[in-house]
Nanobody
């Protein structure tokens, strides 16, 4: 069992930055691909990005490429989402996700564990 706890959400003006963190319980963090999804009001949850178990490969949805950066620290059981140049359309609840071994599965939505979500609101 893995528990994921996100933090770092909040209200920011367009063009600003936020850094989300996701702390994972357990001793097998490095066995999980980690990622982020988001869900805007009235919309389905969408994939944002994923990092492989070792952190050597990262993928993003096109809408955040060049603005968002995912990283992980396996010594701290934590994954991060650095969000720069935020836009109003980035407003959503952001969820941390973990999938055993496979970044590909996570990217397709096959998620083993979800965090509780953290609200990010970008004002114009």
């Amino acid at each position: 069992q893995v528990q994921l706890v996100e933090s770092g959400g909040g209200l920011v003006q367009a063009g600003g930055s936020l850094r989300l963190s996701c702390a994972a319980s357990g001793s097998t963090f490095s066995s999980y691909a980690m990622g982020w999804f988001r869900q805007a009001p009235g919309k389905e949850r969408e994939f944002v990005g994923v990092v492989t178990r070792t952190g050597n490969s990262i993928s993003y949805v096109d809408s955040v490429k060049g603005r968002f950066t995912i990283s992980r620290d396996n010594t701290k059981n934590t994954v991060y989402l650095q969000m720069n140049s935020l836009k109003v359309e980035d407003t959503a609840v952001y969820y941390c996700a973990a999938t055993w071994m496979s970044a590909y599965k996570l990217g397709t939505g096959e998620v083993d564990y979800w965090g509780q979500g953290t609200q990010v609101t970008v004002s114009s």
